[in-house]
């Protein structure tokens, strides 16, 4: 009896550490699939319109950014190996806004991380995009609000409250004072973390209220935005390798899933013109008609003048024999 339940108790012991292993695994190869390898990772854009989101004002927003409690930023465009303090700025154009996330990087220069853009659409609506800079994120890297119900409904945020707070009276164009080394007292830096330890701290604000679109929504609010963006040639030049790795990892993606197509080099359903689809999706020539041993070709024969139209007799306006 006493063998036997050791025996259980260790099955159930080797079954628990298995099934730990496999979710260590998983965890893993998760992460690995969500990282990008750019220093975007070091800023969660999920996180950023969360905090957007439940701040009270554009101030205030600034601060909970910047806050090590809420764990959403990591970055360090200076590599001095404590995290950057994130200023916003507000390009406000009519009834478009767009809050750049601008990192100083030195006395003199400043990097643009992303921008959220807001554009009133008319008096009840309001859109909303989270935008990662492309030397950051990649390409067309878009976060916005979703309907977790249905994903074609575009979320008005009209009634968020920082929102309301930009399109009320009170609200004055948002700059934020402080510069490189040069911050609020309440402001502490902290030492930067790993991905391994930053991810699981940013996974709590991914849920389905939020969504990846390449679908763009601020037009007016982007147009604006792209005259006042702000590049840093520093950080170019620190980081150019990391951005031109990852284009070549997207490259071969592309090209890797390209060449899995099952139809890749067929012309299948396709239709050459001047000839017939046949099975594999090759176009047969047109082929005239083979002539028979003896046959000569026959020639329309010319109408005269006066001549009248035979009916099937051969005879002209004759009757058929019966």
């Known amino acids: 009896m006493s063998n036997t339940c050791d025996l259980k108790i260790r099955t159930m012991k080797k079954a628990s550490l298995l099934l730990m292993m496999m979710s260590a695994f998983t965890f893993a190869f998760a992460q690995e699939a969500d990282s990008t390898g750019l220093e975007g990772d070091n800023l969660d854009l999920n996180g950023v319109l969360e905090l957007f989101k439940d701040s009270k004002d554009i101030e205030d927003f600034e601060k909970q950014l910047n806050s090590e409690s809420n764990g959403v930023n990591n970055l360090d465009l200076d590599e001095d190996g404590e995290v950057d303090y994130i200023r916003v700025v507000d390009h406000a154009d009519s009834n478009a806004h767009s809050f750049a996330l601008q990192v100083p990087v030195s006395e003199s220069e400043a990097q643009d991380v992303a921008v959220i853009e807001v ?3 008319n008096d009840e609506t309001v859109n909303l995009q989270v935008i990662g800079d492309s ?8 976060i916005e609000p979703a309907d977790e119900k249905n994903s074609a409904i575009v979320v008005n945020v009209r009634t968020w409250r920082p929102i309301r707070h930009v399109y009320g009276p009170k609200y004055v164009t948002y700059v934020s004072p402080w510069r490189y080394r040069h911050h609020p007292r309440w402001f502490r ?11 699981p701290r940013v996974r709590r604000y991914h849920r389905p209220y939020y969504r990846r679109t390449y679908v763009r929504r601020c037009h007016v609010a982007h147009r604006h935005y792209r005259r006042h963006h702000v590049h840093s040639i520093t950080f170019h030049g620190h980081h150019h390798h ?37 099975k594999g999706g090759k176009a047969n020539r047109p082929q005239s008609k083979k002539k028979r041993p003896g046959q000569t070709k026959s020639v329309t024969p010319t109408k005269r003048p006066g001549a009248v139209k035979k009916n099937g007799s051969g005879r002209a306006g004759g009757k058929k024999r019966s």
């Open 119 to 121: 554009e009133e659409v």
């Open 135 to 142: 030397e950051l994120y990649g390409e067309d890297y878009m």
């Open 189 to 199: 830096p902290w030492r930067r973390v790993t991905w391994a330890v930053y991810y």
């Open 242 to 278: 990391k951005h031109a790795a990852y284009k070549a990892k997207k490259k071969k993606q592309a090209g890797h899933n390209h060449g899995n197509n099952p139809n890749h080099g067929l012309n299948v359903g396709t239709k050459k013109k001047g000839g017939k689809k046949r």
